[in-house]
């Protein structure tokens, strides 16, 4: 499994993007990246702040053939946005349910996922937004950025590439396993 990668300077939400690139095209895996969101979303409709220099990633991909339930993706895709992270900070990184990624008590990523049908087919739509450089105050809800955490400049390249990576591998161990 390849995904496509569609990068873009600016856009209201990746997620929007890839749910739009799916019901228009005829990609099966794709992978939206913007240097800038104006109105990423987090779970429930809470707006994502998103700084620009940080992640904002969106992933889509076709569920057919695929062995997972909704609990388990939802799972494995906090547990693969955790390997990249632990790539670069090698202390504890807590998954809060249902999608949220904590270090020291502080969100450092969100994962937003939807499930959209064309022609009978689902596709997942998977948003990660990571706070590399920069990360909002919010009241009662603390949050940390990569690069405070390490001290150290981090190439947003590197990180879109090896998250890429992360994704066609272990996605690839449930594709098909359904037919088996």
Known sequence: MKFTILRFKKLRSTNDTAIRMVKSSNLNYGMIIADSQSNGRGQYGRKWISFKG???????????????????????????????????????????????????????????????????????????GINLIKNPIISNYPTTNLNDLINKKISKRNIEIQLKKIFEKNLEIYKDKKNK
């Open 54 to 128: 940080n992640l904002f990633v969106s992933f889509f991909y076709n569920l057919e053939n695929m062995d997972l339930n909704l609990t388990k993706i939802t799972k494995l895709n906090c547990i693969l946005v955790k390997k990249l992270i632990s790539k670069y900070y090698k202390k504890r990184i807590v998954y809060k349910k249902p999608n949220d990624l904590l270090i020291k008590g502080k969100k450092i990523c969100g994962i937003l996922q939807e499930i959209i049908n064309k022609q009978n087919q689902k596709f997942l739509i998977l948003g990660i």
